[in-house]
């Protein structure tokens, strides 16, 4: 594994700009289509591995997106059309998804780690614990405050 930093939240969806809702979408469409056209896999290794995404590329802080399930370790969400997973969060270090279920709304950022074309999902990786948590139903929220931490480095 990697040692890398970040800073991961998930967080009311109107949390952003009232503006980035159509730069987020825009830039997802485009890694999207990327990923899916020629050269998809060139353009994962290239652009996205390893790489915070979105990283504020475009202005996008995240990716607004539904809540598929929730499990220990990992989040699914669908950020095209609500119902349709294609994003994994997978939660490492000590992350954990508490206080979120299915149909919230949340914002995410991530660490690309792999893609798989067929059935179509984006697999980001979260190292450290959540900077924040927040259920979009205006529902009491969940909270938690850390420092992010490095990724365990893996035996060679």
């Known amino acids: 594994?990697?040692?890398?930093?970040?800073?991961?939240?998930?967080?009311?969806?109107h949390a952003q700009p009232p503006d980035s809702g159509a730069r987020d979408r825009s830039l997802?469409?485009?890694?999207?289509?990327?990923?899916?056209?020629?050269?998809?896999?060139?353009?994962?290794?290239?652009?996205?591995?390893?790489?915070?995404?979105p990283g504020g590329s475009d202005g996008v802080r995240g990716f607004r997106a539904t809540v598929i399930s929730v499990r220990q370790?990992?989040?699914?969400?669908?950020?095209?059309?609500?119902?349709?997973?294609?994003?994994?969060?997978?939660?490492?270090?000590?992350?954990?998804?508490?206080?979120?279920?299915?149909?919230?709304?949340?914002?995410?950022e991530g660490v690309g780690e792999r893609f798989q074309r067929e059935p179509f999902m984006l697999t980001l990786e979260i190292y450290g614990q959540a900077g924040f948590i927040e259920k979009a139903k205006g529902t009491?929220?969940?909270?938690?405050?850390?420092?992010?931490?490095?990724?365990?480095?893996?035996?060679?």
């Open 140 to 156: 009491a929220s969940v909270a938690h405050h850390a420092t992010t931490t490095p990724a365990p480095q893996a035996p060679s």
């Open 73 to 108: 370790s990992s989040i699914v969400l669908s950020v095209s059309d609500g119902k349709t997973p294609d994003v994994t969060i997978q939660l490492n270090s000590g992350a954990h998804p508490s206080g979120l279920a299915a149909g919230d709304t949340v914002l995410f």
């Open 28 to 53: 997802w469409n485009t890694i999207k289509r990327s990923l899916l056209a020629p050269g998809g896999d060139d353009f994962f290794e290239q652009n996205l591995k390893n790489a915070l995404v």
């Open 1 to 13: 594994m990697r040692g890398v930093a970040l800073a991961f939240c998930l967080v009311f969806a």
